[in-house]
Each structure stands twice: as C-alpha cells, then as structure tokens.
C-alpha cells in the first residue's frame, strides 16, 4: 500500500465528494466549521481546523508559574523527545502498569469483544496505537472493523494510521487529530462504540477535571455504548515511587526534557543541571505527585511576553499527577455518570486493572434522578427569589419606582406567567388562570414604562398564582421525566424557566438598587470582607494573533444568540487584567473626563448634556470627595472595586481618555475562555467548574469586590474577575452569530439585533451561578446605567 498521491478531498462546501467515510460526517456539517479531511489511500484523518495558537506554551508556562504552588502542564512534556522518553518509561522495569495492563488486553480482549458487540473502536490519547494492537487483533478476528483514533498530535497519528492500514486489511480507519474536548462532540455518528481511555491516562486529570471529563464522555456515548478504562491501584508507596523514578534515570530525563523544551521554544535559560526529578507518592491523596525541584535559585524569563519569574532554592514545580484508584471507589464514580460496570479484570498482584461500563438509556440511568434534580433546581431559585423579596412591604413590591424596571410585583407573576408558558401550556397542559393573563405579562404587550397600568394581580393573589403554576409543574415533571420529545427537549425547557427566573432575580435587584431611600439587606446576603487582596502587578496582558472557537453549540443549556459555535481569527491585542476600578475612574472625573467634549463621541456628548451627568449613577458628592448610595446606605467609596453603574457612553470617553479602547465582544471572549493549550475554549475563565473562590457571583454579595481578591478565578491569558462582579461593556452592537437560528422564540434574542443595544460580558455579582459563563451575552442600550455594569479596556499592538 502506497501513501504517495495524497488527495485533498475537500470541496467548496468543506464536504469530502467521496462518501466513503461515512462515519463522522454529519456531525461536521452540524458544526458548521470545515474541518480538514485527508485522505491517504485507506484511512482518513480529519484534523482540527483550528490550529494551536503561536504563544499557546509560553501562556501556558506564565499561568503555571504565575500560580501558587507552581505547576507546568503536563501535556507539554509530550514533544518528540519526550514522546520517544515516555516509551522507554514503559520498558523500564519498575514501571509494571504498561507491561500488566498488556498482558490483560491479551488475555481478554476477545472476551471484551464479545461483551461489546460489533461497535467502532474508539480511542482517545492514541499516541503509537502500541497498547491497542490487543483490541484491534480481537476485532478483525471476527470481521471488518471501524477503528477511530484521536490524539492532538498530527503527525504520530499519521504514522500509526500508516501502520495499522498495512497491519490491518479489513480495518477501517478514520482518524481525528484534536483535543478530546473538540473530538468528542463529533462522534455521535460511531455509536455502536467503545471508547477506550488505556494506561490510567484518567489520573492524569485533576479531580475536578476527571469529573468533567466522564461527564463530557457520558454525554457523547449513546445508550449501550461502552467505555473500557485502564487504572492503576494504590499500593505500597515504594512501588510506586520507584514506577514513577526508575533506576535507569529514564523518568528523571522525561522531567528535565520539559525544561530543555522550554529552553528551546521559549528561550528561557534554566540550567538543565539543576533540574531534579521527585516522585512522591502522598497517601491521603492516593496519587504520586512529579515535581522537577531546583537546586539553585532560578530566573525563568520568558522574552515572548516580557515576563520574568524567580524560583526559589529548592522550590518544586509540580510537572504531572497521576491518581491511583480502589476498584469500587472508580467503578461507583464512573457509574454516577449514567454508566453501569459491564465487565472487569484485574491483576491483583501487580495492582492494575480493566473496567468495562456500558452507557444506560438516559431513562433508565437518570428516571427519577433528572425528575429530582429538576424540582430540586427550581424550587432552589424559587426560594431564593422569596428570600430576595422578604425584607420588603407590598407597598414596595406593588408600586413602579422607576420607569426602567417593572413593579416588582409584576416580575414576580410574569416568571410564574413564563413557567406556566414554556412546561405546561407548550406541552399541551392546561395552566390555570394562565391564559387570562396574558395580556398582563407578555413582555411585548406592554413596555416596562407602562406596566404600572395593567391590571397587575394584588400580590396575595400573584402568590398563590406562583404556588398554584409549580404544584402543575411538579406533576408534570415526572411525565417530563418520562418523555423524550425531539422537538422540544425537556432538559431545554427546564433549563429556559431555570435561567429565567435566575435573570429577573437580578432585573428585580436593578430595581431594588435604584430606590435609594430604601435600606435593603437581604438574610442570606455574606457581610463579611475577603481577606486582603493584592492588586495585581501587570496592568493588561497580551492576547497573541490566531483563531479560537466563538459561542457554543450546547442546545441545553446556551441560549440562542450564544450559538453556533464558529471560528473567529483575531489580531494580537492586550487587554487588562482586571475591570477599571473606582480609583481609576475618579482619576478620569478629577482630570474633566466629564466636560472634555473630545472624549465623548458626538452621541456620547449626547447624552452626557441630557443627563448633566458627572459621576456613575448613585454617586454623591461628599465634603471634597464622593460617596455612593449602595442599596439605600450611605457607603464609601473603594478605590480598589470595580467601578459600576457607568453607562456604554462612559465607558468610551473613559477609555479614550485612558489612551486605549474598549475590546470587541469577540476579545473579551477569547481573553476570558480560549484555552489554547487544550484547543477548546473553557466554560468559565479558570475551567469547568465554578466555585466561590473563583467569582464574585450568585448574589452572595450585593457588590463587587476588590480586584485581585479572586486569584483563583484567573483566565487562560491571565485576567482576573471576568465572571461576576460587574457586567462589563463591549465596543459590539448585538447581532446574531453567523448561522444564527432563532430558537425556542424569536423574542429572546432576534427582534434585539441591529445598531441599537451593546453587548455586555461576563455577569456581576448579582448573576445567578446558573447563568454566569463565558459565551452568555447581555445586550442593553448605551445610555442605560441601572445595570450592574462595568468595563475593562482593551489595547491594539
Ligand atoms: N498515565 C501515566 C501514569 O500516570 C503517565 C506517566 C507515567 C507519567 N510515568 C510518568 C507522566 C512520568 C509523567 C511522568 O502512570
């Protein structure tokens, strides 16, 4: 078999003319983005469009260094060197877990086979194919096969694909270069399938990530798919640290490699010598933890991006983890994903094993649990939107205040109204009383402005309106539960109701916040102060040229205008670290940003006549300084949080002012969640997960808080408070992403788009949890100020 005559088998529409490949194809042309498919005589390989951006290393070297113990992304010791160094760990006579879990595959692959069925054989971190050479002999044993390997890296998947089609004569290869998180989406064309995940490659991943990761996996399988993972036992500590720091220096070498490819690429100058290689096995974590420990104190300088780091003596960088596994432990936390153990064999000595789970039917696995997890989510918002109404009269809640917001009262049947709408009368459910009222909360109908006329119900019946609309919806939950329409996905609409009530409870606090006679605190609302916070030395951080995925295809929990997911190619930029603070903002006040004409645009000038405005809204002036009035109190102002309540039209003249800009949607986008190292974007700045130490969000105060208090909630490029703490301006006129559809209703985004309302980013501290992430758009008029809003500039380089 030849591989000359390479066929570049893309046309104009990015489609192959050839449907030889049928495996994978349709989910691409659900992506919208043309991946690159090469065809070499008889396999394919379908390589991630979006290449790895320049500087993707250097960045990844600045977050690890720049966090507190120090790390290196382990996927970086993978180059040709340290690929060629990982082989021979796997020869080395203390590293056991290769050679045993070898002997397994060969014992019982024909076994695994029969469990399995004829399904495509996956497999994620394929590297040389070495370890799947068992898996592929039971396959084609029993006739022609589907083999799919994905890896990030090109060219040994070539070379393996090359392989294997000369091995294998009745193998059908169809390859993916590209990240697991970018790879999975594509494959829900290979079911039947297993997916393999081999060598204990799961302890690799941090705890939450390997979370993640069996979530993602769950939700690519479908039902009766297999996923058969290979892990490592605790055991002795000495066994262990001598697999992970074999006699030969082998492992050692694979350390220092990481530093002589920094040398290499980034022009650093770590003395290679100094660099030792410690494996330490910590039993209450049950992983081995790899450090390269310095003997000497250490500058690494990273000419790139102008950054400079001073190691310690002795100080240890933790290069990789590899977490070890108890049998029932792993089975039960791959199980909770919706999986059940099909079949298992292990090498008890050697302490290794193999574990087969079967995806289950989403009914079967989640009945019951999705009906609970549901009610559990909407009665939590429920509660909460009480307790945010609590310590108000009726007299409060029933009359309008400002002509921006609603009565609160209204607010309060409308999501009632919503949820009556979208999970019961959709459905074809009868809502009581639901129809009536239309007229009343239909958005559309009436503008806020007017909505002090309608005939709103009394509170006590509004009340029982709510009561009477969630004891339906509970009954109808289980039938929900039970469904699975095509159409209207039930999680969808549960999703849609959830995130609606999550968005009016911040609109309702925009209301509240505008009444400044009215002290508001409400009990759950946290009082104290974040420990001291260090504002962060760099003022703005380098965004380097290249593409990065835009938006999402999630049709669950994204809403429309977030979608599709699409390539968007950006010049190098910077961007700040951090929003613009008060003590910056009243630096542009002190020097006349407000009566300097040439800072405003002519629109902005504008406004700032009609409004005579001359400080962010609730601010008074206060003997020769200000204070602002914060949910009806009298407060100082902090020079360290970010400024709130400035209009669009502000946070322009404040960045002209400042000699810079303000960043276009798509920046602000790819500075908080293009993860370059992993070629996917994230979901929040600092990853998957979101958790208190990371934003400033879910209401837990009624404020931001200073900048540099959340070090954790870093993103890729290094900037901090994205997520939370005040919504943050952007230069883009809301429109539609290429490949826009409307959906569920044309009136959440559609009738929004045009020059008329600027995006806002990244949610403030009044955003629910539920809401906050890194695609979600907000749009509102540049005038407005009532919102939790902020900004941060931007730069051109
Ligand atoms: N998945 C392998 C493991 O955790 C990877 C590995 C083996 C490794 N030896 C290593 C990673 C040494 C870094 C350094 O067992």
Redesign the pocket.
């Given at each position: 078999m030849t591989n000359g005559g390479v066929r570049a088998l893309v046309s104009d529409a990015g489609l192959p003319e050839s449907s030889g490949w049928p495996l994978l194809m349709s989910s691409i042309i659900r992506t919208q983005r043309p991946w690159q498919e090469e065809a070499r005589g008889s396999f394919v390989v379908h390589a991630d469009p979006v290449r790895e951006a320049p500087l993707a290393f250097a960045l990844s070297v600045a977050a690890g260094l720049d966090d507190q113990p120090r790390w290196l992304d382990?996927r970086y010791?993978y180059d040709d060197a340290g690929s060629a160094l990982?082989e021979e760990?796997t020869r080395q006579p203390e590293?056991y877990?290769t050679r045993t879990e070898d002997r397994l595959l060969a014992r019982h692959a024909r076994a695994i086979r029969d469990v399995v069925g004829d399904a495509t054989l996956v497999e994620l971190g394929a590297g040389s194919a070495a370890k799947t050479r068992r898996l592929l002999d039971a396959w084609t044993a029993r006739g022609p096969s589907r083999y799919v390997p994905v890896d990030v890296s090109t060219a040994p998947l070539h070379e393996a694909c090359r392989a294997l089609a000369r091995r294998y004569c009745d193998l059908h290869i169809e390859a993916v270069a590209a990240s697991y998180e970018r790879a999975l989406p594509l494959l829900r064309h290979a079911s039947p399938m297993m997916l393999t995940f081999l060598?204990?490659?799961m302890?690799?991943l941090g705890r939450y990530e390997q979370d993640d990761f069996l979530a993602l996996v769950a939700e690519h399988l479908g039902p009766e798919d297999h996923f058969l993972v290979g892990l490592?036992f605790a055991k002795d500590a000495a066994t262990l640290e001598a697999?992970?720091d074999d006699a030969a220096g082998v492992?050692a070498a694979?350390?220092r490699n990481l530093f002589v490819r920094m040398n290499r690429e980034l022009g650093t100058a770590v003395p290679i010598e100094a660099v030792e290689h410690v494996a330490i096995y910590n039993e209450a974590l049950e992983r081995?933890e790899?450090y390269a420990e310095l003997g000497q104190e250490t500058a690494i300088e990273r000419p790139a991006l102008g950054r400079r780091f001073r190691i310690g003596r002795r100080e240890r960088i933790r290069?990789?983890l590899?977490y070890k596994y108890r049998p029932r432990a792993a089975t039960a936390a791959v199980e909770r994903h919706g999986f059940r153990l099909a079949w298992s064999a292990a090498d008890e000595e050697a302490g290794f094993g193999l574990f087969l789970f079967r995806r289950l039917h989403r009914g079967a696995a989640a009945r019951g649990v999705r009906r609970a997890a549901w009610e559990a989510e909407l009665d939590r918002l429920r509660a909460r939107t009480h307790e945010l109404v609590a310590p108000l009269g009726e007299e409060d809640l029933v009359r309008q205040h400002s002509r921006l917001m609603s009565p609160l009262v209204w607010d309060l049947g409308h999501l009632a109204h919503f949820e009556a709408l979208w999970l019961l009368r959709k459905r074809g459910v009868e809502a009581p009383g639901a129809e009536a009222l239309d007229p009343v909360y239909d958005p559309q109908r009436t503008p806020r402005a007017e909505r002090d006329r309608l005939p709103i119900p009394t509170l006590a019946q509004t009340r029982a309106f709510m009561e009477e609309v969630r004891s339906r919806t509970r009954v109808e939950l289980e039938a929900m539960d039970r469904g699975r329409s095509p159409v209207l996905d039930e999680s969808m609409l549960v999703e849609l109701v959830a995130q609606h009530e999550a968005q009016h409870q911040e609109t309702m606090l925009q209301a509240i916040a505008l009444r400044e006679d009215l002290p508001y605190q409400p009990a759950f609302v946290e009082r104290r102060p974040l420990p001291g916070a260090a504002r962060p030395v760099e003022r703005s951080v380098l965004v380097p040229a290249g593409a990065f995925v835009m938006g999402t295809d999630d049709q669950v929990r994204a809403y429309d205008n977030e979608r599709p997911a699409h390539e968007v190619d950006l010049p190098t930029f910077r961007i700040d670290v951090t929003p613009v603070t008060n003590g910056d903002y009243l630096a542009f006040m002190l020097d006349g940003g407000y009566r300097r004409r040439a800072l405003w645009t002519d629109e902005g000038w504008r406004w700032r006549e009609a409004s005579v405005a001359e400080a962010p809204v609730h601010w008074r002036p206060d003997g020769g300084g200000w204070r602002a009035m914060v949910f009806g109190r009298p407060t100082a102002i902090d020079p360290d949080c970010p400024v709130v309540h400035v209009c669009w039209y502000e946070a322009d003249a404040y960045a002209r002012w400042a000699g810079k800009r303000l960043p276009t949607e798509a920046e602000w986008e790819k500075a908080a969640a293009w993860d370059a190292g992993r070629h996917a974007p994230r979901r929040f700045p600092w990853g998957d997960r979101l958790e208190p130490e990371h934003a400033n969000v879910d209401q837990r105060r009624l404020s931001p808080v200073p900048v540099g208090s959340l070090p954790r909630g870093r993103s890729p490029y290094g900037c901090l408070q994205m997520l939370g703490d005040v919504w943050e301006w952007t230069a883009t006129w809301f429109d539609g992403y290429p490949g826009f559809q409307a959906f569920p209703y044309r009136e959440y985004s559609e009738i929004f788009f045009g020059r008329h309302y600027r995006v806002l980013r990244g949610g403030s501290f009044a955003t629910s949890a539920l809401v906050a992430r890194n695609t979600f758009r907000n749009w509102d008029f540049p005038e407005r100020r009532q919102i939790f809003s902020g900004f941060r500039c931007a730069e051109d380089v």
């Open positions: 382990s010791l990982f760990i590293y877990q060598g204990s490659s302890g690799n490592d697999a992970y492992t694979f350390t081995i790899i290069t990789e590899s």
